[in-house]
């Protein structure tokens, strides 16, 4: 399963597997289009093809094979999490290039399975891969029959697929990131519920107001969401402070005491997450600078959500 998976790094990291599953597999994952199914159907101008979650088809013991190589061959703390959804397209069908960057609670990496026998370059439906929305395609993969294609998701993950003349099959394998599971969006989207600036201090309002004379917006308005985590988990004012002008980037939290930089930073990345998307190289320095500061009791749910061990 997944044997010899060739490694690419440009556009953005991916692997290819020319031969990826055994015969059985296959026919298991070609068991997954039954006409019955529940299909959803996208007819837009973007996006054209129809969508079935088939997860409870697949079973367990397979979805955890595939878990399994995944972790080996991504190197990414996974979660026990795999949604599975069969794709199909018809002739006149298209998928316009996007990134599908890991949102708050979004999975973070993407296996692509193809299943189209008798394949020919005439029938369309090739997976492109972009440097950007606006490029020439960089990296083509022709979905021929149990050809494979899995990739981590992130803000510049550009793909789509070429119009098909003739119907196309594959089964997407999704897998969620430790430190970005639907439990951690359910948590800060509770913390950010209702969310309104005037509730913070009347101390941060001349930085608040001097920064967004010179900021872009989008910086104050994390900054600010940051001010709010901190003023709902319980800080108090100056740690506030602290944490709007982190946010901002007008200073480094470094106030030496390692509960108030703690909370500044897992405040940061929770208005990044709730504003952005899941970066993986700016969790990984959180994590990093974090790694040996002991938890703090009121900080316990959101650390153990952001920095799972």
């Excluded at 953005?12 to 959803?40: G, K, N």
């Excluded at 900021?215 to 709902?232: H, I, M, N, S, Y």
Aim: proline fraction near 6%.
């Amino acid at each position: 399963m997944l044997l010899q998976p060739k490694h690419h790094h440009h556009p953005f990291p991916f692997f290819c597997v020319d031969s990826a599953f055994s015969e059985d597999q296959c026919a298991v994952l070609e068991s997954l289009f039954l006409p019955t199914h529940d299909w959803q159907h996208r007819d837009g101008a973007f996006y054209r093809c129809s969508l079935c979650d088939v997860t409870k088809d697949v079973p367990a013991s397979f979805q955890a094979a595939i878990l399994a190589r995944m972790r080996e061959i991504t190197g990414l703390p996974l979660v026990d999490r795999v949604v599975v959804t069969a794709q199909r397209m018809l002739p006149g069908h298209v998928i316009g290039i996007h990134s599908d960057r890991p949102l708050l609670g979004y999975e973070i990496a993407r296996l692509v399975v193809q299943l189209n026998k008798q394949w020919q370059p005439d029938h369309g439906g090739v997976l492109e891969l972009f440097s950007s929305p606006e490029g020439k395609a960089v990296f083509r993969v022709d979905p021929e029959y149990n050809k494979a294609l899995g990739f981590p998701l992130h803000a510049e993950s550009y793909h789509g697929v070429t119009e098909v003349t003739q119907p196309r099959q594959t089964v997407v394998f999704n897998f969620w990131h430790a430190a970005n599971t639907p439990e951690l969006a359910a948590y800060v989207q509770a913390l950010f519920a209702n969310l309104h600036f005037s509730e913070l201090p009347a101390a941060l309002d001349p930085v608040a107001s001097s920064a967004e004379s010179t900021l872009p917006e989008d910086t104050t308005f994390r900054a600010g969401t940051a001010a709010v985590a901190l003023q709902r988990l319980g800080y108090d004012e100056a740690t506030i402070v602290t944490g709007y002008r982190h946010s901002a980037g007008l200073a480094d939290c470094d106030t030496g005491d390692a509960e108030t930089d703690a909370a500044v930073l897992l405040a940061d990345w929770m208005a990044y997450l709730y504003r952005e998307s899941f970066d993986l190289a700016r969790w990984t320095i959180l994590r990093n600078t974090l790694y040996r500061a002991e938890m703090v009791t009121r900080l316990l749910p959101a650390w153990r959500l952001c920095l799972p061990v």
